[in-house]
């Protein structure tokens, strides 16, 4: 599947106009994770809000800590290296989705208007890799 989903970002992005980050930053994941994301909103609608919590940033920090390493140290031994090499642009939007990631979670709480808060940084950053230029 990954492999229809990999040959198809370049048709895509032709015939839509957006650039290969929007899609592989904003629409892929939503694509990928879709079951994920519908349990989260379920727990929320039964007022569980730590849990959804929970399972939104233990995602992130699953792939983090162990798929992205783990991806590298396997195209080393195919011989062909991926390296995770950002751009300025990323950077400054990673170290601020981590940023309000680790304020909303400090607490240990969660509460409406941190949840607006990551809403609004995930639109800011969405709409900002909409207008990056290809």
Known sequence: MSELLV???EPVVAQLGVSEFFLGI?????????AEHLVAVRVAIKNRMTLC????IGS???VALLVAPLLV???LLLGHPLTLVFNSFELVA???GVVVTAFVASDGESNW???????????ILGLAF???PR
């Open 53 to 56: 919590t929970e399972i939104a």
């Open 73 to 75: 140290f396997i195209s």
């Open 94 to 96: 990673l170290i601020g």
């Open 26 to 34: 904003i629409l892929v994941p939503i694509v990928g994770n879709v």
């Open 130 to 132: 909409f207008l990056l």
């Open 7 to 9: 040959g198809q970002v």
């Open 113 to 123: 208007l941190e949840g607006a808060a990551l809403l609004t940084v995930y639109l």
């Open 60 to 62: 992130s920090i699953q």
